[in-house]
């Protein structure tokens, strides 16, 4: 991810340092497991972690650039990084990654940085949650135009609308939560998973310690239908933020203008055209969606392993994993801010609710009819007529509303009393049952 | 693809029966250059194409159980088609198929289909670009915004606007062109591709026969790559589709009704809301490209076979094949009549383009006021104040045009008269250059 | 989903009788509510109740084309359905919908749809579960060679690979089991989800008749963040179909030949090669993994609908839903039986794992040298060193198994005795952990 | 793309210092064309174009922070950059950009990137198809059994092998050209590509002096099937080095082991067992592969962008269009590496084709006995039983090869001799026409 859309917290996560740090945990949990076992001298045990953790806490850019020199001559990642702690920590150093194997250490530590990223990303999801919620309730009873086919249907409250985009957040923030615990998971169990080298107890110790649980079946590796299922999840949640987004860019649309983005003091929308204030962080957002999302086509491919494992997965981790966290991390915090600062133009909502002659009320007109002894299929047919006329004449001079073409029909007017079709067509007759609702959504 | 989005012209190439004629026609023109090379007796081709051709004419139903009835004991559909082949031809049947793999009947045969389908695309894509030209043409001259972020940016042509689908839309062709003649080939070079058994004058004179070329190197198939790049152009295509749909749906939106698909008289938009006229058949075509653009990720996990070959690829390209092309042939013709028959409204447009105060020629007043002599940071600031005072108190009873705060601005007023800038504030300046790009697009 | 690749029991689901008699049931439950609620007679939703279920009962291929006969006309199916509706059941259909939208129709019984065809899919998971488990049992102390990068690794045991994929599907049973939770949801709540027209008790009333809980925040349509969620699951265990596939087709080549699909008596493998037998099914597997997988990028594009809703994605889910669960549901039955009849050869294990002269036990060797006292980096060079010795040399006269190689060599017999190196090297060493590894897989 | 896997070459393409190059260019270029117009001072063209060269040449990472400043406070890329070059030029910088818009700068710079692009990639190509070429030719006669389904199918040449893999990357190299062609697209045009305050000689003098052509029409932007299309062609590609890396680590396989990858001396292949030479590299590209193709989806869901522009394809492109082609640039450079240092067995190729018997000549056995007089299916019912029973015994003490079993048949040797059927197992057989296919693919 370009470092426009990256967050330092989420970007220090998947830095060398960061892993290395978490390697080293590892390997030392895993010394105090196997001394705890006899496997090795409790003191060297010891020793590793007061040395590592030395090394650790010294790490600098030169100690980056000795493991790059390393693996330049071994091709080998981790091979390169304990022969750097080797270095730092001496002859205690052989105790260190016995019997384990490099994917023991690699898929761990994964899992750790998935868990980490994971925590960032529910926080983040809180804060979006919050942004809508104070919307929802700021206009609870603010009414607006629903729109089905991108035509008038009928009044809903601007509230109702934040309320469903919370709801779907707080089902994504459901399913991280699952996608969280598919991978915070601990693999320590051997070349081919057969703990061959490795008592079990080891992989226990270490998974307890860093907040993980056991594999079930690994295999060298971590099976990798959980990474799939994880960036499912980042998926679904990055369609959710498009999917507001586009509600936002739809609002601010030049004919709509019933929300608008904030616009900074100083910003320029366009070069050639001063005039333009875009909705440029949403159709940002709707960008970072597809990005995040493209994530899954390879994260499924790499569940096809051959065999106890292959290693085509890596190349698309190192940058998947970072990429997708670090693109939904920045768009939902992106998110959050411009929905807590969203320009809110009630009037306009009226406006453009009350913009095509009333017919927007033909839903309730026609049970008003059927009410009165219409049938179906007839109150359809005079509904649908002079809803059709009202909007063909829409701004012209021989325009009429939709209330006037009714009751100058005396088919209707036989049956219906203005008053009765004036019942009909108020606005919030549509807010009934938004407090149900919001009790639903939202709690007490 | 379900019947409700299939046209018979194109469900029809994809039929069983059409696939068994390709393959009779494979295999009896393989036999006629076997007879050629003397391979094989010349009587028993002949008798292998006349015996044939009578059975091809008069397959019915019953022919299709009975091939289904040998392939349920072969499980193996092209051993199941010799077999019934044999009972219809006799004795000479065993010349048939001939050091030939079925891979050189069905890669051969899907190389056909595939043309025909392209065949009827490209004809589809005509009728999409007559009725784009149509509109184009006739709206040449009709003024209305252009819209970038979804805001008013300057005005432009309606014509200009379909011109640019159509130039899209050729693209397209010619990109439909390229695929064909990627997937117009003949492989009839046996078990592994190596002509061990057959002469490659076999495969020259059955490509000749049905206009295909060969493959340069086939191993048993036909290497892949060709039909993901197939795919591919399809998925382009599909894509053109939904941004016209696109343009179409925001056109048809309440706020804007500059334009409107079609309604049919008896049609119901809603069952509840007797006055909805939705854009349905736009709608529908935005899904339609979604399912079309699907094939192409399985198209290219299609690419990498093991070795010579595996089959992987052929269950993916049952379904593929034939609900991409019928899938995209229908959505192409539904297009060209939505497109065909869509209303235009241009009173909408001037409305809608006057809607913003005028603001929408900032760009050509700042171009003015820095000829006028300011520079290019004033004029900015200048012009952005304006802008954003029209903007802000639009419809509200204390609101000016853009033209009016301007004037009321002697820092402007100093510098620039009335007329000069009415002379930057008409749409017409915007079409000076119509005329040319309609030479590019269209030709003289 | 082509007929080739689908069951009677899912398709049926998908069949339009099935829509209709569940949209049926949608409505006369829906009147009953309205009964209950005293908005309608109760005598008429009796009379609905009745003539309805009788009309159900009734049938028949001509009820089909008198509905495609009225969508024909009016060009919307619920409207369609409603009005044959009102012909079998007479005056009281006027109060039949009332205040619903079609989308609450549709919706719902896309849910109800949905959760059937997920019933089927866990019946399906059982049954691969129960042949996994098998194979899993029967050679749970097969001793075979783990292969990491298609290279020879350490022992394990064929009865581990299967717990390895039996753990997998049973996270995708349970990935399966929440997707169904996602989508067993209604929507009764009117044009724009207001309930404006109708009392939510309606919906309540029906939700629990179906079994199905209420949507939180419904927008005429269920929001398709939860059909994405659901087609996601539907793909990763895909993917554990191909993942396993893969498996098979590795063990059957002919170099390794450890294991074999059944081949049927009268089956031919090959037109052209009559020796061959290859592992279609497994293949097949793979490209239908691929076309399940297809599902997710238009699923997830579903998600983005324009305000309220727009329909874009019905023509993709008319498509989708029943090609992935068609699709899925053939994958795990075929998958179930290949694995149940699975030809396994432990003797070609054997022979396998003994072909590369022993050094696949270098790990084991390495911990022995490093217990003896080298340092790693040395036990490593000197283990490295004979490994690659006898890897060289394999099949050639001058070769030597690796255990001769490292007792040729001074700098290791010094250091260990040759039975502490037998000891290294028997494959037993790597079953130590698999009853462990069972109980945790299949429990006690 | 993480460093691991990029190339500096290409990386610098995608520096922010060589977009600020290309946009002083163009601009500079265009200030040129105005003067030529005489709608600008041709002094200051001039002025513009020496102190900007002086400026671009003098370039650091002071500027590169300077312009971020200015970016921070307008929020916009361009006007940040324009400001920047203003304090680098003086007074006459009031004639930069004039009438155009920051797109015309943006999408036309992006062009020249993806043309420099695509010029390294097509010289990696070269460096792949020699590799290839020399590979074939080495190989040419080289004897290796072909495979389909994994199982021994019939002989083929290793030079065949690759000739086939040159020939579908020669079609790649074709189709990056075509691809090439595409994207090489100019647009100075103005806000929505009307050319209003612009001569569409500007964006002709442009456009040659870069090499490009001028797009037909513009809206802002240069359409976006361009670049989808672009990355199509990117994405087939990919998809050749994973059939190819496929093919390598297939034949690495420890029971095949007919090639291998280069293995360094000091490369370590496993921390755990020192035995190990892993075909990374071809597993590497395999997961590279998937990264690349990842780009399609996005860069499909870039085309539908609203009227006559949104800016949702940005962000997307910032990321996938350096990551797409530095990951191909680098599989590709990878890949020839690879193969040309790729080590070759082919003595274990003739081992492995002799493994099973001789069955894999039960093609040829096959026609021979039609040539001596056997139906076709009494022929194959034959030499599928012998070869059956052939395979069956394989490695056991009672096993017999595929000529032993025939000839002690009498059916079989009542109509054929030894030697005729001795002539139909020489593997040489397959060969025949090696020659004529090189000739198709590498010329005469």
């Not at 079990?200 to 310690?209: D, I, M, N, R, T």
């Not at 049956?415 to 959504?441: C, G, Q, W, Y």
Request: net charge negative; aromatic share 6%.
């Amino acid at each position: 991810m370009v470092p426009r859309y990256s967050r330092p917290a989420m970007t220090a996560i998947w830095s060398a340092e960061n892993r290395y740090r978490i390697w080293f945990e590892i390997e030392a949990l895993a010394c105090e497991a196997m001394a705890n076992l006899g496997t090795i001298p409790r003191e060297s045990a010891q020793n590793i972690r007061r040395r590592g953790d030395e090394a650790m806490a010294a790490f600098s850019d030169a100690d980056l650039a000795r493991i790059d020199e390393i693996e330049a001559e071994t091709r080998h990642d981790v091979i390169a990084f304990l022969t750097w702690l080797a270095e730092k920590i001496g002859d205690d150093s052989r105790f260190v990654h016995l019997g384990m194997t490099s994917s023991d250490v690699l898929d761990t530590c994964l899992s750790v940085q998935l868990v980490q990223a994971t925590d960032l990303l529910l926080k983040d999801m809180d804060v979006v949650l919050a942004a809508l919620k104070k919307q929802a309730f700021a206009h609870k009873n603010t009414v607006t135009i629903g729109r089905s086919h991108g035509i008038h249907a009928e009044p809903t409250s601007f509230g109702l609308k934040m309320a469903g985009h919370y709801a779907e957040f707080a089902r994504n923030r459901k399913r991280l939560e699952t996608a969280r615990s598919e991978i915070a998971v601990c693999a320590i169990s051997g070349a081919v998973g057969t703990f061959a080298h490795l008592d079990p107890k080891v992989e226990a110790y270490v998974a307890e310690k860093l907040g993980l649980s056991c594999e079930d079946v690994s295999t060298q590796i971590i099976p990798r239908d959980r990474h799939a299922a994880y960036f499912c999840a980042l998926a679904v949640t990055a369609s959710a933020i498009e999917r507001l987004a586009t509600e936002v860019r739809h609002l601010q649309r030049s004919e709509l203008r019933e929300a608008e983005e904030f616009f900074h003091p100083g910003q320029k929308g366009s070069s050639a055209m001063p005039h333009k204030r875009n909705p440029v962080l949403s159709e940002n957002l709707t960008g970072l969606a597809r990005l995040v999302r493209s994530a899954i086509v390879p994260a499924l491919e790499n569940v096809t392993l051959w065999h106890e494992r292959d290693i085509s997965h890596s190349s698309v981790e190192r940058n998947l994993a970072p990429d997708a966290t670090i693109g939904l991390d920045f768009a939902l915090m992106r998110l959050a801010d411009m929905m807590d600062k969203l320009l809110i133009y009630p009037e306009r909502m009226e406006a453009n609710l009350n913009a095509l002659g009333g017919v927007v009320h033909s839903g309730e007109v026609l049970l008003a009819l059927a009410k009165a002894g219409f049938s179906r299929e007839d109150a359809y047919r005079l509904v649908q007529k002079h809803a059709m006329a009202t909007w063909t004449l829409l701004g012209k001079p021989e325009g009429r509303s939709f209330r006037e073409n009714l009751l100058s029909d005396p088919e209707v007017t036989q049956h219906i009393t203005p008053s009765a079709l004036d019942a009909a067509m108020r606005s919030e007759n549509h807010l009934v049952a938004v407090d149900d609702i919001f009790k639903k959504v939202f709690g007490a």
